[in-house]
Structures are given as C-alpha cells and as structure tokens.
C-alpha cells in the first residue's frame, strides 16, 4: 500500500510517501520558522494560511521525488489533531479532497501518534511491548505502549511541555525560535555544573513532569547575574542538564515500575543529543534497549503521518467522508489496530 501523508498542524507543512513494501519513497519539509520569527512564536493565522500556499506544491514535488503518479496513490493520511485547528482544517481539507478526487480512502491520523511511531521507520525497530518518553513542542508524556494504539498513559507534564521549557529559555536569553536546538547549541559551550538548577518531582514518586519551576529558577538565575551575557552559555548548560536529568530518571523509574526493558523516545526534543547520549548510556549499563527516530524525524514530518496512518488502513480502518478536525484529542482514546485487525 502506498500512502501520501500530509502534516500540517503547527508551523510545519510535511509532506511524505510511504509504501509498506519499499519504505518511505520521498519526504520534504517547509518550515513556516522565519514567517513567525519575529513575533517570538507560531501565529495561528499566519501559519493556516502559509499552509494554503506551501501544500499542494510540496504534494507535487514529492510526488515527482517518489516517481508516484496520482493513480499510483492507495490511500491518504494527514493530521487531524491535536494542534492548531485552522491549520489542520487546511490538510484535512487538502487531503480529502484529494481522496475524493482520486477515487482512494483518507485517513485522519493523530499527530502524537505519528511522533510516537516515527522510530519504527528505522532500519532497526522496536518490538512491542516499550515504554515510550514522547518529549515535544506542546507534550512530555511517558507511555506505556503494547501495540499500535494501545496506550496507557504513566505520566506526563502538570504545566511545561520539556520543548516548551526548552523554548522559554531560549527567549529569555534571547536565541532564537525554536528555542530547543539553540539552547542545545550553545550549552555545548557552556559549563553544565555552574548553575544548580533544581531537577524537578524528583524528590517524590510518581512519573508526572513538572518544568514550570525550573523555568523560573532559570530566570531568576539570568536576572541576578550582573555579566549574564558571558554567562549565557553556563545557564544554558546547566539548565539543559537539569531538564535531561530529570527526563531520564523518569525513564528509568518508568522501565523498573513495568517491568519492561525497551525504551523508545520521540518527538522533538528526541533530538537532543544530551539526552540522546544519557540515555543510551544508562540502556548499556542497565542492558535496555533504546530506539530513536533519526533527527529529521523527531520533530514534525510528514513520514509519520503517512507510516501511522499506513499501519491503520492496512488493517481496514475507514472512515466517513466528513472533514473533522480535533485541535484537543487524547491519544489514549485510539483504537487498537491489532483488535481492529479481527473485525
Ligand atoms: P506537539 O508535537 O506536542 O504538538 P510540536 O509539534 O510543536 O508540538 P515538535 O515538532 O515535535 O513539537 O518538536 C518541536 C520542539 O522540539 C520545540 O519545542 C523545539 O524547541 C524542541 N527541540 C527541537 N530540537 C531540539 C533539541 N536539539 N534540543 C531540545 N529541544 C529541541
Ligand atoms: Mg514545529
Ligand atoms: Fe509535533
């Protein structure tokens, strides 16, 4: 089966084919980041409409990059949420649409999903039962996942996303947005042991994150340095080690309170090589296995949105032809796709 996908619910269009048999044949990206760069952050209706004019032609040149004809398409995933509704509206729109007029099936796919999935486009991929650190822009959720929608949520953030954290932080030093690969940038330059930073919810059970109060002792930190410009590169580390810290003694509660030995971490903040690096130390000292999704697809692309919604078609999913968008969806209100398998 050969699928389009299309991801369009923030400030990135994502474009992708994927085939079940032969891989992912094409994927491209256009990022809206310069459109919203002066306002500090994604403008709903800035970002809806540059969706209108970047889509159709990106369809276009992936298509050609796949060597796919329409008629060669079986089937077309996008995004329906959760995210910005104006924005999903325009590839929910595009991509039914499209179906209608090529005669194939659309699928609306979740976009958590989608993250939680991009690392089984790898060559190496996880086996199911794993415990998943979904860390991104808008969520920080740890998972507990036995299949392809099964999901039982073990914790997640009361306040901060860990991108939003990572965001803030880039601002309040004045990096530019998207914060997180900035601030990881310059903390490569920084000393990580000279702010103590506080390493949040540690000190009780439980797996919920909290970043909301070391983003105040980040600013705290910045306003009673008198020379904060030279030591901008020491706040960034250091708060970058306490936010990795944390994730990762999360995650290794989360693997001993289940049992499981697997971990499987996604979403953009994924791509932090700190927290790449920490945790793939921790696996070989405890003889877990980790996977993560390569770094193009850690934050948002079309190939996860074209691979999970591939995964639920395959197994005869279908949906009506009503053009729905669902700015606030809680993933753990999917359907299983191996039960949906014996309908
Ligand atoms: P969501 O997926 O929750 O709806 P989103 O789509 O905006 O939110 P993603 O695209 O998955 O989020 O990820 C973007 C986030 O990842 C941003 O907050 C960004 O700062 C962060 N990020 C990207 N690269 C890095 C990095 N190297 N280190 C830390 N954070 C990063
Ligand atoms: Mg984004
Ligand atoms: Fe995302």
């Keep these: 089966m050969r699928v389009l996908g299309l991801e369009t619910s923030c400030d990135e269009t994502g474009v992708a084919v994927y085939d079940s048999e032969l891989g992912l044949l094409a994927h491209r990206l ?59 509206m325009v590839g929910a729109i595009t991509g039914r649409s499209l179906a209608y007029a090529w005669g194939v099936p659309a699928m609306g796919v979740h976009h958590m999903e989608g993250h939680l999935l991009a ?62 690969p900035q601030v990881a940038k310059l903390a490569l330059q920084g000393n990580a042991n000279a702010f103590a930073f506080p390493r949040p919810m540690l000190d009780r059970p439980g797996l919920d994150f909290s970043f909301s109060g070391l983003k105040t002792a980040v600013l705290t930190a910045y306003q009673q340095t008198p020379d904060y410009d030279n030591k901008k590169a020491d706040i960034a580390a250091s708060f970058e080690a306490a936010i990795v810290d944390t994730l990762v003694r999360k995650c290794e509660r989360a693997l001993k309170q289940t049992g499981l030995k697997r971990l ?64 606030r969806w809680p993933m753990t209100s999917l359907a299983p796709v191996n039960s949906l398998n014996n309908l």
């Design 30 to 88: 256009y990022s809206q980041v310069d459109l919203h760069a002066d306002y500090g952050g994604v403008v709903p209706e800035l970002a809806s409409r540059d969706h209108v004019r970047k889509l159709i032609p990106l369809i276009k040149e992936v298509l050609a990059a796949a060597h796919t004809q329409p008629q060669e398409i079986d089937a077309i995933a996008y995004t329906s949420g959760p995210g910005l509704a104006g924005a999903l």
């Design 264 to 327: 499987v971490m996604a979403g953009g903040v994924s791509a932090n090589l700190r927290l790449r690096t920490q945790l793939k130390d921790l696996a070989q000292r405890k003889r877990w296995q980790v996977f993560y999704p390569s770094p193009a697809f850690c934050t948002d692309n079309g190939a996860m949105i074209a691979y999970a919604g591939c995964q639920r078609l395959l197994v005869g999913q279908q949906e009506n032809l009503a053009v729905t968008v669902k700015p």
């Design 119 to 180: 690392p089984l486009l790898e060559s190496e991929k996880p086996d199911f039962p794993f415990v998943a650190l979904l860390v991104s822009g808008g969520h920080s959720q740890l998972l507990r996942v036995d299949g392809i929608g099964c999901y039982q949520l073990l914790g997640e953030s009361i306040d901060d996303a860990a991108g939003e954290a990572f965001d803030k932080v880039a601002k309040m030093l004045h990096l530019d947005y998207p914060g997180g």
